[in-house]
Each structure stands twice: as C-alpha cells, then as structure tokens.
C-alpha cells in the first residue's frame, strides 16, 4: 500500500507522512536534518513555535531549492498564547521566521497552557480557545494559512471549538503509539465523527516501545523493525506519523513505512498496553 495524501476538510491534501522536528534544536543539526528529510521524500515538514527551530526549518526549505508549492509546512501557535492578538502576531511571526509567504497548517498547540496541562487543572480555557481560533480563522481567510487545526485537544476541547464555529478543525495532532489507542480512543472517535484528520506525534515513543517483545513478535512476522512496523500501525489507522530524527539512515528509513498489516494483527497490536500513565487530553 502507498502513502497516499490524505484529504483535509477544508478540501487541501496533506502528506500521508509527515518529518518531526519537536526535540532538534535551532541551528545547523535541525538545518542537516530537514535539508535530508526533503531529499529522501518528505513533503510535510512539522514544526511549532514551542520548538523554537522555525528559522532553521525555514534555512532548510530555502536551500533545498524544492519548489515551495511542492512542500506542506505546519506549525503551531503556542500553547501558553490564549489571546486573539497574541496569535495573530504569532502567526506573522512565524512566517516571518519560516521566510514563506504562507503557512499550509497552523495548529493550536495545547488546549491549556502546557504548567496547566501537565498538572491538575479545572479550568477550560474555552472561550480563550476560540479567541485564538479566530485569529486561525482570520489568517486562513487572508491567505496567510491554507489549514487550521489544533494539536493535544480532546473530544471536549474540540467540540468547544465544532460547536462554536463555522470553521471545524482540519487537524488534530496528539501523541499516538502502539499502546495508546486505548487512551486516545475517545480523541480519534471524535475526529473520525467529524472529519477531522489525526497525526501522530512520537510514533515511536521517543524510542520506548523498541524493546516491547509483544510489538516485536509482529515486526518479526513481517521481517521488518519495530519502527517500520509502528509507523505501519499509523498509516494503516488513517493517520498521519510524524517520525523525526537527526540521522540520515532513520530518516530515510522511516519513510518506508507502506506496510499493508492484516486486521488481526492491527487488532492485536491495538490490545497491546502502554506501560506508562495516559494523559487524557481534554
């Protein structure tokens, strides 16, 4: 099975596969690393302002010559800004520092300040939300964003945001492995329901699920390895993997992730337990 672009809400294609960029640090490591991503194959280059790397991202586009219509670049606004005006200058920020003319996605990073989201918190944040969903919506209209979405928003967050606008999210990005599709069941429900697209942040688990015997015995079955085999399980969900690292052979290496897995086994996988604690967005 290819990769397929995938078809937004607002009616734009999105890479069915995307190059992560959360963890690499501004300068030349982040600009080697996007520079070979965008020649192995990548055409969704994710970032965010929380990153604190679009500049260098913006470096790589520039001197890779790839025609700037042939790249899908996305980022997002930062989880902590819950103001109109503070997204919008936010968004012509980033521009400014990716040196494009317009930006394919913008997200939401956080449905609450990331102190607030960590810890125990009761407080919504939604009529913040939609403040800073307006300047998403106001920046789509202007041509300076393709898409809009938003990224670690649960099925209440989200349908703050469904129930309130016109516009519904194109995008939801969150945190998603092999052992988690129990946690986020009720996130992906929601976004099946309405038609909005998931990536999948850390596919691998920052690397801890390489070890797992129960993942392993899959992988094993269709000769491939466990990072092969988990980007799989994203692709065949229907969702989008943001696979990210700053060594050429893993980056190439992640891209061939076009596995077909047989029902069973994606059920098998999807019973498969996270060791660690979920934590249920909102």
């Given amino acids: 099975m290819a990769i397929k672009d995938l078809k937004l809400n607002d009616g734009n294609a999105i890479p069915g596969i995307g190059f992560g960029t959360w963890q690499i640090p501004d300068g030349p490591v982040c600009v080697q690393a996007v520079e070979w991503a965008i020649e192995a194959g990548y055409r969704l280059i994710d970032t965010a302002v929380g990153y604190g790397n ?3 991202v913006g470096q790589a586009i520039k001197e890779s010559h790839m025609p700037r219509e042939r790249l899908f670049i996305s980022t997002k606004v930062q989880g ?3 103001t109109y005006e503070g997204a919008k200058t936010e968004i012509d920020a980033s521009l400014e520092r990716l040196g494009v003319s317009y930006i394919d996605l913008v997200l939401i990073h956080c ?4 102190k607030e989201y960590y ?3 009761y407080k919504s944040y939604n009529e913040e939300n939609l ?3 307006k300047a998403l919506v106001e920046a789509q209209k202007a041509g300076k964003v393709k898409s809009i ?3 670690n928003f649960g099925p209440r967050a989200l349908a703050n945001i469904v129930d309130n606008s016109s516009v519904v999210p194109a995008v939801d990005q969150i945190r998603y492995f092999i052992g988690l599709d ?3 069941k009720a996130t992906t429900d929601y976004c099946k329901a ?3 697209v998931v990536e999948a942040y850390s596919p691998l688990n920052t690397g801890e699920i390489l070890g797992n015997t129960r993942i392993g015995a899959i992988a094993k079955k269709y000769n491939v390895t466990i990072p092969r085999l988990a980007l799989a399980y994203c692709v065949n969900k229907g969702y989008i993997p943001l696979p990210k690292s700053t060594h050429e052979q893993w980056i190439r290496a992640n891209l061939d992730c076009d596995l077909a897995l047989d029902p069973a086994d994606m059920a098998y996988l999807d019973s498969v337990k996270y060791l660690g604690s979920f934590r249920q967005p909102d």
């Fill in 131 to 133: 403040q800073v969903w």
């Fill in 54 to 56: 679009e500049k260098s």
């Fill in 182 to 184: 129990q946690g986020e």
């Fill in 194 to 196: 309405h038609g909005i």
């Fill in 149 to 151: 979405g938003v990224s």
């Fill in 111 to 114: 449905a609450k300040p990331w």
């Fill in 80 to 82: 902590d800004t819950k």
């Fill in 119 to 121: 810890g125990v918190s």
